[in-house]
């Protein structure tokens, strides 16, 4: 027997009849935001919310603010329907699915950003992204004013941007990163997969390959540079037009210069495949000596 979908709210008066009566119940709540189109790695995450509180709220809302024009808003993959199913077998108290004039009204004007450590790696080929990012996740914090929310790792730098903006604005919620969750073959589950022609799902891996290797070598005590220009050529062997393979402190996404007495520590890298653009990042064990 099929199990039934979680409700959907529409609106932001909707959404907070729930969540209000849940806090006042004393329940605790968490937000999941997304984009739709869900795949394991979003499911992974609406599991780690359920561990950190008593209701969950999953939002689907694809937003316009972080594409620009030239890029993928038309054909961004929306199955609210499959999602709703999906949703259904997990401990998902509400969707939140608002539409477009719901989020931005007439004569919107307020763009939220993040200094700094939304500049270079996607800020660099990305301008516009995180503003985007930062501005749609504000108004679901406000509008949900969840407890806790839950970001995968995959978008690390988009992770840390969310963080430092809750701290900044002093938003009351605890921002979880959830560990990135991969196919059998190592490739990072995304919804952009999907756009994958088949010969270049087959090539996909490779990304994660090539970070993994980079990793393994900088704890050994490898140059930086050595590394990451061995790296950068080997991706575009396997047929990658490279936008970025950087290292960079795991906290702050500093740039380093040397691994050295760093105890966090990733590479982090966006690379195109075809017409899809791909992310990815692994954690450099600690050196050894
Ligand atoms: O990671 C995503 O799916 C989106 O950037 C987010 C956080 C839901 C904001 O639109």
């Not at 993994?212 to 575009?236: C, F, M, P, Y």
């Amino acid at each position: 027997m099929s199990v039934p979908a979680p409700p959907t709210s529409r609106t932001v008066a909707d959404l907070r009849t729930h969540v209000d009566a849940w806090h006042k119940a004393g329940e605790t709540v968490a937000l999941v935001p997304t984009m739709g189109a869900l795949h394991d790695g979003h499911l992974s995450l609406v599991k780690l919310a359920a561990e950190h509180a008593d209701r969950v709220v999953v939002s689907i809302f694809v937003n316009p603010a972080q594409f620009a024009a030239h890029e993928d808003l038309g054909t961004y993959p929306r199955d609210e329907t499959g999602d709703a199913a999906k949703l259904a077998d997990l401990k998902v108290d509400l969707i939140y699915a608002p539409d477009g004039d719901e989020m931005y009204p007439d004569n919107f004007s307020t763009r939220i950003i993040v200094d700094g450590i939304s500049e270079g790696l996607c800020g660099a080929s990305r301008p516009h992204f995180f503003g985007g990012v930062a501005t749609v996740v504000a108004k679901l914090f406000l509008q949900t004013r969840p407890d806790a929310a839950v970001f995968g790792e995959k978008d690390f730098q988009q992770l840390l941007v969310i963080r430092r903006m809750t701290r900044d604005l002093d938003l009351p919620i605890d921002v979880i990163g959830a560990p990135i969750l991969r196919e059998p073959d190592g490739l990072a589950m995304s919804s952009r997969n999907a756009s994958l022609s088949d010969e270049d799902r087959s090539r996909a891996p490779d990304l994660n390959r090539v970070l993994q290797e980079a990793a393994e070598e900088l704890s050994t005590g490898e140059n930086i540079n050595d590394v990451t220009d061995t790296a950068r050529k080997a991706l575009e062997v396997a047929g990658f037009v490279v936008d970025y393979l950087e290292v960079r402190h795991g906290e702050t996404l500093a740039s380093l210069d040397t691994i050295k007495g760093k105890t966090s520590a990733r590479v982090l890298a966006a690379a195109i495949l075809g017409k899809t653009r791909l992310i990815d990042n692994v954690v450099v064990p600690e050196p050894r000596d």
